[in-house]
């Protein structure tokens, strides 16, 4: 509880803020001592708005989660502890089996979807000039439009007869009519396809940051040596974005785990369970099913994947970073 | 630049950017004209439809066919303008308590030193690791009991506003942006006597309004979208936010396309004038902070 020991603590924050010497004669420590605990009860003062909200909205709930998955949860008649039982139940479900089948192409498809159209994207409108800025700016309106509203408008676009929009369209270079949303073998893919869409923008503004920050003149020695341009892309724009694309893949797929609002408004997770995904599922399960237990079973296990899979990312990066 | 120097390599592919490159240029028109075809068309339709007399999901287009307001008067018997008010209380209270905390949170964090600083660092990490999709369910409990106090906030727009009210992202960018605001402006300003608030209110914050700018458009985007917090929250379909209200006029067999197309209309103007208005921080948050995101 010294002063000292409070300075040394903190050193590794590394931050800039004034604080004073950090060992000192003894009379001066102990005067300094007292002059301190004034001084940390101010930051917790600060910290304080935060902590309530994030303790009553974020920490008590998922203790309440954790909790309420190890019981059968039944209104007005009280809740009996089951143990580890939801879990087995939840592991077991052939439901929940298929939706966690479905999350993960959905996450997959949509990250590596995302990430490719996102990279042609940035080769396409990287430079100065005004007019790919602006360009840049429209091509970027996806990211910031509500998920809601852009499954209502590709719900219309996916109308499945002939005369629909998309229909209508893939109809002048001799394809479809598909059904899209409407048929269980094409609805996964179609939301992935409105997920990229939704995504790719992102990925291209990321990636154009990283494109800014070649050497210029690596790309004149590759031309030099003859490199033709997807030799150049290959071999010094590629192994330079290496570290940008590895995060955004990594992040992205960790994200794409939590998949709700995209599923829900397109497809509510049919048709026939097709595009059914874990958080759907747990949704389902809990306030159509009023199984609490269940679905509180589900929150934890996708909390633990998507925890473990952070946290050895990570690691790894650290591990990377280190040598 | 397109200067005297201006060089091939501007650009990774290599686009020329010399004038009479007509084939390059040619290329590079033809595919952004595409690319803003198949991004913006689809919001475009939106519009359109939204002023269309009865439009037909088969015959969309980016020009109304009949133009007319009729969507909107009927919309709003279907209290349209009650989904908006939700939606924008709710993302304005948000983001102004939201904003508030963060810059308090990021003030302790960056300017301070003291006992179980790292610790509170760590704490508001593990907060971003718990998305409200995993607590959905515990949440929409504990928002109808409120713990301690046992008030419940179930159908109120309070209850919708108060979880979003922190945010692990903002305090971060917040704080990394504090950092850099050199020691001696605050030293100088204790010499001169000012108290805690003073130094806060008068030193640090104006020169935070950058940071300000990217937490606020980041804030806002990350509120408007959300959608099962609000869901959860509401005790019946009139405390819907617009975004939700969108899907329950849909299954209304009363209500046409056109209204529910009126409504996306009405949720996607808000978020394109923010982005429009703010988007060099838009853009400057994503390349600086939401890596970390």
Known sequence: MTAVHSVSDTQDVGSTASGGGAVETHPVRRRRRRRLTGATF?????????????????????????????????????????????????????????????????????????????????????????????VRSAVFLPVVAATAVIGEIWRLFFYPAPEGFLNDLISWVGLGPWEYISNPDTSLVSVMFVGIWKHAPYDMVLILAGLAGIDRQQYEAAAIDGASTPQRIWNVTLPALRPVITILLTLAAIRGLRVFTEVYVLTGGGPAGSTDVWMTRVYTTAFEQSEAGLASAGSVVLFLVTLVMTVSVQWYRRKKEAR | MSSINSSRFDSAIGWSTRSDAWVSKGIRFL???????????????????????????????????????????????????????????????????????????????????????????????????????????????????????????????????????????????????????????????????????????????????????????????????????PLIVAADPSDYTLTVALLALRSDDMVGTGIVLAGALLALVPSLVVYLSLQKSFLRGITTGAIKG
Not at chain 1, 77 to 85: A, C, H, M, P, T
Request: a negative charge; glycine letters at 8%.
């Open chain 2, 31 to 229: 595919l952004s004209a595409l690319a803003v075809i198949l991004f913006c068309g689809p919001l475009l339709v939106i519009f359109s439809g939204a002023f269309d007399h009865n439009p037909d999901p088969t015959k969309l287009s980016v020009i109304p066919d009949n133009p007319s307001l009729i969507n909107f008067q009927v919309a709003a018997e279907n209290k349209i303008w009650h989904y908006l008010a939700n939606s924008l209380i709710i993302a304005g209270g948000a983001l102004l308590l939201q904003l508030a905390v963060s810059v308090f949170a990021a003030y302790a964090l960056a300017r301070k030193k003291f006992r179980g600083q790292a610790i509170a660092l760590l704490v508001i990490l593990a907060t971003m690791m718990l998305p409200e999709e995993v607590i959905a369910i515990p949440l929409s409990l504990v928002i109808g009991d409120l713990p301690l106090v046992h008030v419940s906030l179930k159908g109120t727009l309070l209850g919708v506003i108060l979880p979003l009210g922190a945010w692990g992202f903002s305090i971060f960018v917040m704080t990394e942006f504090m950092r850099e605001i050199p020691a001696e402006l605050e030293e100088a300003a204790k010499v001169d006597g000012a108290g805690e608030l003073r130094l806060f209110a008068q030193i640090i914050l104006p020169l935070c309004r950058p940071a300000l700018g990217v937490i606020a458009v980041f804030g806002f985007n990350m509120i408007w979208e959300q959608y099962l917090l």
């Open chain 1, 42 to 134: 101010v930051p917790w003062l600060f910290l304080l708005p935060a902590a309530v909200i994030f303790l009553v909205f974020k920490f008590i709930p998922m203790a309440e989660g954790i909790r309420l998955s190890l019981f059968e949860v039944r209104p007005f008649l009280g809740d009996i502890f089951v143990g580890f039982k939801n879990y087995a139940t939840i592991l077991q479900d052939e439901k929940f089996l298929t939706a966690s089948w479905h999350t993960l192409v959905l996450a997959g498809g949509q990250t590596l979807g995302a990430m490719l159209i996102g990279f042609f994207l940035a080769l396409l409108l990287e430079g100065h000039a005004k007019s790919l800025w602006f």
